[in-house]
């Protein structure tokens, strides 16, 4: 059997997934007096996104890339949406609520769609 090497595509799908599995471990709404990490904010969801080209990387095996690139912009379109949900307004100043945590997930998603891009073990077709 023949051992493949990992390509830096997939060294940065897999990092980026890593990242968005501790972003959920950080705050995702911080406030003064309010903190919530990334499961009560039901943060879990964005890893669904992700799980296909992770897995694909982890394995080494070919995955498609209209598939993945697909569920990681929509991830991404979901993730500007929700920090952007997250701004109040505080005394007439409008302060983002959005925590480091939510942060990183973006950052992860947008690393991710990178790696996936970058993979040239990747399938073109259907």
């Given at each position: 059997?023949?051992s493949?090497?990992?390509l830096l595509?997939?060294?940065i799908?897999?990092?980026?997934?890593?990242i968005?599995?501790?972003s959920?471990?950080?705050?995702w709404?911080?406030l003064?007096?309010l903190?919530?990490?990334?499961?009560?904010?039901?943060?879990?969801?964005?890893?669904?996104?992700?799980?296909?080209?992770?897995?694909?990387?982890?394995k080494?095996?070919?995955?498609?890339?209209?598939?993945?690139?697909?569920?990681?912009?929509?991830?991404?379109?979901?993730?500007?949406?929700?920090i952007?949900d997250?701004?109040?307004?505080?005394?007439?100043?409008?302060?983002?609520a959005?925590?480091?945590g939510?942060?990183?997930?973006?950052l992860?998603?947008?690393g991710?769609?990178?790696?996936?891009?970058?993979?040239?073990?990747?399938?073109?077709?259907?």
């Amino acid at each position: 059997m023949e051992s493949k090497k990992y390509l830096l595509s997939e060294i940065i799908i897999l990092i980026s997934s890593a990242i968005g599995l501790l972003s959920l471990f950080m705050p995702w709404v911080n406030l003064a007096f309010l903190s919530q990490n990334g499961f009560a904010q039901q943060g879990y969801i964005f890893l669904v996104v992700m799980i296909y080209p992770a897995l694909s990387a982890y394995k080494k095996k070919s995955s498609n890339k209209i598939i993945s690139i697909i569920t990681l912009v929509i991830g991404l379109i979901v993730m500007f949406a929700y920090i952007s949900d997250k701004s109040v307004d505080f005394f007439g100043a409008s302060i983002s609520a959005a925590g480091s945590g939510a942060y990183a997930m973006l950052l992860a998603l947008i690393g991710a769609l990178v790696g996936v891009i970058m993979n040239k073990r990747v399938n073109q077709e259907l």
